[in-house]
């Protein structure tokens, strides 16, 4: 099976995934960064955080030796939903496409690979959809976790192809979180590849019992959200 791998530039959640794919010899046949303004946002946030554990945690590992003496091909874009991007997907023509850390892809992006787009979404659907899910879990006292899934044209919403909750840690820091949320992403994917290779093709959101739980889709979390949710976890501890 063939697949490309889509990551906004050296973005660490991403990085770690495609990590955990090529450990598991999954090599994708091209790896299309995006960067943007975006890009270099989420990666400065999320690496702020991780490296508060660093170096008992080592950082996520950079592309750059991630695919060192690999035989991948490996682009950069400006958006991952524009007609460069679209371009070498065509070219490239792969069975799926898989999502590392991305902006919301658009058609006719998500109708170029016959298998789909695969998602890593960073909680636990259906009960948390949208930006930043496990603040608004923390807030909302919802089960952290991650889900794995095919997408459509909504947001988090499309076929689940496996998903596990991450079970709190006793004196949790958020950094410690966020690195447990990364763990679990590499992991799922992995399990997950291998399910499609085997013919998955995942379960209806509507099907899971959470279904008629879920809350509308979250959108990114401010500063002021984030504050609250880091009060609301440090009292917890």
Known sequence: MKFAYLNLLDQPRGNYMLDCLVNAGLMPAVVIEERSSLAQKGRDSLNGEL???APEIPLPR?????IAGQTVRHVEVENHNDAQCERILREVAPDLIVLGDTRIILPPIINLAPLGVVNVHPGYLPLVRGNNPYVWAILHDLPQ?????FIDEDVDTGP??????LEP?????YPGLLHGINVLCGELLVEAIAAIEDGETGMPQS???EAHDALPTFRAAS????EMALVKLRQQQ
């Open 223 to 226: 500063a002021q959200i984030k």
């Open 62 to 66: 950079s592309l750059h030796d991630i």
């Open 207 to 209: 099907s899971f019992p």
């Open 51 to 53: 490296r508060r554990i």
């Open 145 to 149: 976790g991650v889900s794995v899934h």
């Open 160 to 165: 689940i192809i496996v998903r596990q909750k």
């Open 169 to 173: 840690v006793a004196g949790g820091s």
